[in-house]
């Protein structure tokens, strides 16, 4: 079995090794975090909501592809089961901590429930009880289709030739978004279409570097025409009718979109842009990413226990929020996720052959 490289099971957080790692990438992480906590913390109503999730599985979908393939044009052995431990090291020390400390004060019934959000089934309960209850756990949704995903995708890339990848790239595409335009008809319900087949953005992030990996598709992609496309079907509901952000067509287009600026974020942009992507401020909120994402609506709960005037959205909750977030999610970093992040050295994911 073809190889994948040494930071393979951490392909969502971080690239291979640092000099293979493409700074703008990490700029696009963290503005798809910053969506995040705009959305849950200051307007969940704005027309461009969809937007924070999209690019989040677009730039994931991307990555995962990127590393797989690479890895497997190097050549080598991959030992899957170490894979998905690596994965588990990345993710679960964070995790744990939100399911600790939710159960130990039992936020709106979290206790009874903590075994869905413990296995990453998040999304599966919230579309059997057609709810976002305990609702501090209700962002978990889309790291659990992400993490879902993962499960097959390393097998789709290493044991699949090329052509192989793109029929079934292609087929996840035409099927997934099929599912989005027709699941009512077909007799699938808003939560299971929303919840449970809403991972159409991975799968064209996986296209776009399939695509970028042609010599002749690549300057397309990259000119300022394809940019310039692309902003503007993402900010077409801020000029088009009313309501146009939650139409199906929208969403859709949007994610080719979204793929053609994850591109050029990965072959580099010039001027502001490049240089506000690759900061070294970017690339660390980038770092702590993950663990701001895990804990920001419970640190909002912990804080409006205190002071009951963040309790609403708003312009004071979301800076207050966001800075306290930030702190606990540095130090979650540095005394527990880096420390079990070591542990990884343990777990290869590939030999030489």
Same mark, same amino acid.
């Not at 004060?105 to 903590?114: L, P, Q, V």
């Given at each position: &079995?073809?190889?994948?490289?040494?930071?393979?099971?951490?392909?969502?957080?971080?690239?291979?090794?640092?000099?293979?790692?493409?700074?703008?990438?990490?700029?696009?992480?963290?503005?798809? &975090?910053?969506?995040?906590?705009?959305?849950?913390?200051?307007?969940?109503?704005?027309?461009?909501?969809?937007?924070?999730?999209?690019?989040?599985?677009?730039?994931?979908?991307?990555?995962?592809?990127?590393?797989?393939?690479?890895?497997?044009?190097?050549?080598?052995?991959?030992?899957?089961?170490?894979?998905?431990?690596? /994965?588990?090291? /990345?993710?679960?020390?964070? =995790?744990?901590?939100?399911? =600790?400390?939710?159960?130990?004060?039992?936020?709106?019934?979290?206790?009874? $429930?903590?075994?869905?959000?413990?296995?990453?089934?998040?999304?599966?309960?919230?579309? &059997?009880? $057609? *709810?976002?209850?305990?609702? !501090?756990?209700?962002?978990?949704?889309?790291?659990?289709?992400?993490?879902?995903?993962?499960?097959?995708?390393?097998?789709?890339?290493?044991?699949?030739? =090329?052509?192989?990848?793109?029929?079934?790239?292609?087929?996840?595409?035409?099927?997934?978004?099929?599912?989005?335009?027709?699941?009512?008809? &077909? *007799?699938?319900?808003?939560?299971?279409?929303?919840?449970?087949?809403?991972?159409?953005?991975?799968?064209?992030?996986?296209?776009?570097?399939?695509?970028?990996?042609? $010599?002749? !598709?690549?300057?397309?992609? /990259?000119?300022?025409?394809?940019?310039?496309?692309?902003?503007?079907?993402?900010?077409?509901?801020?000029?088009?009718?009313?309501?146009?952000?939650?139409?199906?067509?929208?969403?859709?287009?949007?994610?080719?979109?979204?793929?053609?600026?994850?591109?050029?974020?990965?072959? *580099?942009?010039?001027?502001?842009?490049?240089?506000?992507?690759? @900061?070294?401020?970017?690339?660390?909120?980038?770092?702590?990413?993950?663990?701001?994402?895990?804990?920001?609506?419970?640190?909002?709960?912990?804080?409006?226990? !205190?002071?009951?005037?963040?309790?609403?959205?708003?312009?004071?909750?979301?800076?207050?929020?966001?800075?306290?977030?930030?702190?606990?999610?540095?130090?979650?970093?540095?005394?527990?996720?880096?420390?079990? $992040?070591?542990?990884?050295?343990?777990?290869?994911?590939? @030999?030489? =052959?």
């Amino acid at each position: &079995m073809t190889t994948a490289n040494g930071q393979l099971a951490n392909a969502s957080a971080d690239l291979p090794d640092k000099a293979a790692r493409r700074p703008q990438i990490d700029g696009l992480r963290a503005l798809a &975090m910053l969506g995040v906590l705009y959305v849950h913390l200051f307007d969940e109503n704005t027309m461009t909501e969809g937007l924070r999730v999209a690019l989040f599985f677009t730039v994931s979908g991307f990555l995962i592809t990127h590393i797989l393939y690479s890895a497997k044009e190097r050549g080598g052995q991959i030992n899957i089961l170490n894979f998905y431990v690596r /994965r588990a090291l /990345r993710l679960f020390p964070a =995790l744990a901590i939100l399911v =600790l400390v939710s159960s130990i004060f039992d936020i709106d019934g979290f206790r009874a $429930e903590a075994g869905w959000h413990l296995l990453q089934l998040s999304n599966v309960r919230f579309a &059997m009880i $057609e *709810g976002f209850t305990p609702w !501090v756990a209700g962002h978990l949704w889309s790291l659990n289709i992400l993490e879902q995903f993962y499960l097959l995708w390393p097998l789709v890339i290493l044991l699949l030739p =090329l052509p192989g990848i793109y029929v079934v790239t292609l087929a996840l595409i035409v099927a997934l978004s099929f599912i989005r335009t027709n699941g009512r008809a &077909m *007799g699938l319900d808003g939560w299971s279409i929303e919840l449970l087949l809403s991972g159409t953005p991975i799968a064209f992030g996986a296209f776009a570097y399939l695509l970028q990996r042609h $010599e002749p !598709v690549c300057p397309v992609l /990259r000119s300022r025409w394809s940019l310039a496309a692309s902003v503007a079907v993402i900010f077409a509901p801020l000029f088009l009718w009313e309501g146009f952000h939650l139409s199906s067509s929208y969403r859709i287009l949007s994610m080719p979109a979204l793929g053609v600026i994850v591109v050029g974020a990965y072959q *580099g942009y010039g001027g502001p842009v490049g240089w506000a992507l690759g @900061s070294r401020l970017s690339r660390y909120v980038s770092q702590i990413s993950y663990a701001v994402f895990m804990y920001h609506l419970l640190v909002w709960w912990a804080l409006r226990r !205190v002071f009951p005037s963040l309790s609403e959205r708003g312009l004071q909750t979301f800076l207050v929020v966001t800075a306290v977030t930030i702190f606990v999610a540095i130090a979650s970093w540095f005394l527990v996720e880096k420390p079990v $992040e070591r542990l990884k050295s343990r777990f290869p994911t590939t @030999s030489r =052959l």
